[in-house]
Structure formats: C-alpha cells, structure tokens
C-alpha cells in the first residue's frame, strides 16, 4: 500500500471510529462508558482533522510538507477513567451492549496502534515517522484505558483491590 493510500484508509478508519464512538456515547447510560465513548470521539475527530490536512498537503504537493505541524493532541483518556470511579452510577447502569462496544473499542484500537506503527516504519521522512508513532502510541493508550474501563465495569471491587490496594497491604 502506498502512501497516499495508507492516509487515505487512516482518515477512513479515524471517521468510522469517531462515527462509532458518538453513537455509544448517546446510547449508553452509564456514566463512565458514555464519558469514555465521548472522549474517544473528540479524539479521533482531531485526529482525523490533522490527517485530512496532510492529506490535502500530499495531494497538492506529492511530498511531506515541510510546513504542515505534524503534532496531534495527546488524549486525557486516562484521566476520564480516574476521574469517574467510585462516582454514583460508574459501576451500574452499564448493559451487555456497553459491554461489547467497549470490547470492539478495544479492538479498533489495536488495530489503529499496529496501523500507525506499520506506517511510521514504511516512511522515509522522520518527522513523517514520528507523526504516525505518536499516533500509534495514542491508540496504545486508548486501548489501555478502555481494558482497564472494562475490567472495572466487569467486577468494580476486584477493579478497585487491585488498583487501591484495599486492604491488601494490612492497612
């Protein structure tokens, strides 16, 4: 796959994603997963709007643009999740569809994060390169916080001995 067809299949795959996670987000009534669905949608839509500039660069110019910013906003995906548990509701309220759309979250994000870091491998430009590996490490940290999301929804007291050490240390 070349290059202008590999951002064209990332910006494709960035909608789907954002398209995905606005909808859980307006489904789900549980607080922390409609939390998680929207900052993931914010993300992937800033995302995709960098891309669709480097995108339109390539086009006019057939080369990586000296002058296009290549930096892409980190995600505060971690803080959603911390910020939210122990909160009224975080633990109930979720339903098998939560559930699954957070497994198929996960594996979006897989994906994106292998994509991303099989991308920045084929590219020659470094900064090329470090624009799709940053990428990739945002997928990573996507995917690491929708696990432990769902880990705390699936038992939220063996979610919280683990992460709190309740008791664990005598205490």
Same mark, same amino acid.
Request: without cysteine.
């Given at each position: 796959m070349d290059r202008m067809s590999s951002i064209e299949l990332a910006l494709k795959n960035e909608k789907t994603e954002?398209?995905?996670?606005?909808?859980?987000?307006?489904?789900?009534?549980?607080?922390?997963?409609?939390?998680?669905?929207?900052?993931?949608?914010?993300?992937?839509?800033?995302?995709?709007?960098? @891309?669709?500039?480097?995108?339109?660069?390539?086009?006019?110019?057939?080369?990586?643009?000296?002058?296009?910013? @290549?930096?892409?906003?980190?995600?505060? @995906?971690?803080d959603v999740l911390d910020g939210i548990v122990g909160k009224e509701g975080s633990a109930e309220n979720h339903d098998d569809d939560d559930v699954k759309a957070i497994k198929r979250a996960i594996g979006f994000e897989t994906n994106g994060e292998q994509f991303y870091a099989e991308l920045s491998k084929a590219c020659e430009n470094k900064q090329e390169q470090e624009f799709f590996q940053f990428l990739s490490t945002i997928e990573r940290e996507h995917k690491l916080s929708l696990t432990d999301t769902l880990a705390y929804l699936e038992s939220p007291e063996t979610w919280l001995e683990e992460h709190e050490r309740a008791g664990l240390d005598g205490a």
């Open positions: 954002m398209e995905f996670y606005r909808g859980e987000s307006a489904r789900s009534k549980n607080p922390l997963a409609k939390a998680m669905f929207d900052t993931l949608a914010r993300d992937e839509a800033e995302h995709m709007a960098r @891309i669709k500039k480097l995108h339109g660069k390539l086009v006019d110019s057939g080369s990586w643009p000296e002058e296009v910013t @290549i930096e892409v906003a980190g995600t505060n @995906i971690k």
